[in-house]
């Protein structure tokens, strides 16, 4: 299944913004006093930038800092006298990766502001369509022209004794021009698809039971020869919008085959040596069945990159309900007062057709 993701996006508003990276080579020559060193060129992509000091590389934060919004290089430790300094890397024309991924993080908040999918969980980016990838890439775009905008507010126009005059003024002009051009492009795809800040919010009305007060479970429609069985509806009853009930935890909703084995890789910016997980899947939170409780091997740790493994056994997945939860919660060895769950989600499984020989059989 595709999954929209935070690169793609940042990559697809460079490219409408015009704003793909420069490689640079930059040399200098140290005096023995200069520790910074301008480089005349900004914004800097720290993931690629690279100092050497006489043909040694020096490490980030150890060996200098950097200021990437306006190209500065400051050395820890000053370079000697007549001592060679090569730096490489990419340049930008206007933004660094981490401006572009906030402009792209407020666009999907703004284009899926109060907005659930069919079974309840709240609309992410890992949940975005491909179809509204374009849309989002828009939004986010305006969001950078008018970060632009307003440093060009700024400018004021020149005005020679000669009689020339720069009209520096047209610049603002013209971005807020482009801007207006880019809202009408994003709201009809919006009008047309039925997305984003300018969707039409429709629900269907259903009936609710008198002796349970819940929804009554709307189904397929199927012709009269049609011997499946009856497909369920899952349908958004929001009709107004809703906020999800509030939590801290991170979201991950995962999706199964019944009867197939299940891995998936889990990463954690902070060394997790000490630490027991579990992890389990019950039809809801605090049922007192457990339907599968996955293996967990610790794959890697350190300081900045911790990796599990979660798997599930074709056994596991066998009886495995169309709808459930899961989370993964973890303790401290030694700490019986420590305790902290780190995923949370709903577990989606698509029922069977052909069952592998000695596997499990059933039917719900």
Request: proline fraction near 5%; glycine fraction near 6%.
């Amino acid at each position: 299944m595709y999954v929209a993701n935070l690169a793609d996006l940042t990559s697809r508003v460079r490219l409408e913004l015009g704003d793909q990276p420069r490689q640079f080579t930059l040399t200098f020559t140290g005096d023995g006093e200069t520790s910074d060193f301008p480089l005349a060129i900004h914004p800097i992509d720290i993931y690629t930038l690279t100092v050497n000091v006489n043909g040694s590389p020096v490490a980030v934060n150890t060996g200098y800092t950097v200021e990437p919004d306006v190209g500065v290089i400051h050395f820890v430790h000053t370079p000697a006298n007549n001592a060679s300094i090569l730096i490489t890397g990419n340049v930008f024309r206007y933004f660094t990766d981490d401006d572009i991924c906030l402009f792209v993080n407020t666009a999907v908040t703004q284009h899926l502001y109060q907005r659930t999918n069919g079974l309840g969980s709240q609309m992410t980016l890992g949940l975005l369509p491909p179809v509204e990838e374009y849309p989002v890439a828009i939004l986010a775009t305006i969001e950078a022209l008018w970060a632009l905008a307003t440093d060009a507010s700024f400018d004021i126009d020149i005005s020679a004794p000669d009689g020339i005059t720069i009209p520096r003024s047209e610049r603002y002009r013209q971005l807020t021009e482009t801007i207006q051009n880019r809202w009408e492009q994003y709201h009809q795809l919006c009008a047309q698809l039925n997305i984003g800040l300018w969707r039409i919010e429709m629900g269907t009305l259903r009936r609710i039971s008198r002796t349970t007060n819940k929804l009554v479970p709307v189904y397929m429609a199927q012709e009269i020869d049609d011997s499946r069985r009856p497909e369920r509806v899952y349908i958004q009853n929001d009709l107004m919008g809703r906020e999800p009930f509030p939590s801290y935890v991170a979201i991950q909703d995962i999706i199964l085959y019944q009867g197939d084995s299940y891995s998936e890789e889990v990463d954690f910016p902070f060394d997790i040596t000490g630490l027991t997980w579990e992890a389990q899947i019950r039809t809801y939170p605090n049922a007192p069945s457990i339907y599968a409780t996955f293996t967990i091997e610790v794959i890697s740790t350190s300081d900045s990159l911790s990796k599990l493994r979660l798997s599930l056994t074709r056994n596991d997945t066998a009886y495995m309900p169309p709808r459930a939860f899961w989370d993964l919660r973890a303790t401290a060895s030694g700490d019986t007062n420590y305790e902290n769950t780190y995923l949370r989600g709903q577990v989606f499984t698509t029922q069977a057709v052909t069952e592998a020989s000695g596997a499990l059989s059933g039917s719900w």
